[in-house]
C-alpha cells in the first residue's frame, strides 16, 4: 500500500462565515488599546526624562507643591498625544477653554496666549441692600432734607 499516507481533501472547500462587523468592532478595540498603551509608555518615557532633567536643576522635586506641578504638565502631554490620535482626554479641554490662538495675515499660527480668569476669583458685584424707596429717603435726609425743621413756628 503505498498511498497510506496520503489525505485526500474534499474536492468542494467550505467556506467558513466571517462576521465582518465583529471582526471590524474587534480591530477597533485592539487598534484603541494598542494606541492608549503606546501613549502612556511614551508620557511615562516623557515624564521620567521631565524629572530627571528638574532633579540634575537642582529643583525641590520632593515638594507636595512640585508634584502636583508636574501631574498637572504631564497630563497636559497626555492630553496632546491623544489628540494626535482623534483620541479625547480631560486635558485637552483645559486648553481648549484657556487657549486662545494668534493667527498672522498669511494664516500661519505665531503665539498663543493663556487665560486663567476661569480659576481667578472674580469680584462679587455690589449688591444694594436697601429698596430704591429706602435708598431715596436716605439720599434725600444726607442732602440735608427737611428732618430738623421745627413742626411750628419759634418765634
Known amino acids: 500500500m503505498p498511498n497510506d499516507n496520503i489525505i485526500f481533501f474534499p474536492e468542494h472547500k467550505r467556506k467558513r462565515e466571517v462576521r465582518q462587523e465583529q ?3 474587534f480591530a477597533e478595540e ?4 494598542q494606541t ?8 511615562d518615557e516623557i515624564g521620567f526624562d521631565l524629572l530627571k532633567k528638574f532633579v540634575d536643576a537642582g529643583m525641590r522635586t520632593q515638594n507636595h507643591t512640585f508634584t502636583k506641578d508636574l501631574a498637572i504638565v504631564i497630563d497636559a502631554i497626555r492630553g496632546l ?3 494626535d ?5 480631560p486635558a485637552q479641554l483645559l486648553g481648549e477653554k484657556m487657549v486662545s490662538l494668534k ?3 498669511d494664516g500661519n499660527f505665531r503665539t498663543a496666549k493663556i487665560t486663567y480668569d476661569m480659576f481667578l476669583e472674580k469680584p462679587k458685584p455690589a449688591t444694594n441692600p436697601f429698596s430704591k ?10 442732602d440735608g432734607g427737611d428732618m430738623f425743621d421745627p413742626d411750628i413756628d419759634l418765634d
Open 23 to 25: 471582526d471590524t468592532k
Open 30 to 33: 485592539l487598534k484603541k488599546k
Open 36 to 43: 492608549k498603551d503606546f501613549v502612556e509608555t511614551l508620557v
Open 81 to 83: 498625544a491623544y489628540r
Open 85 to 89: 490620535f482623534d483620541m479625547a482626554h
Open 103 to 105: 493667527v498672522n495675515k
Open 133 to 142: 424707596d429706602v435708598k431715596k429717603e436716605l439720599d434725600y435726609l444726607r
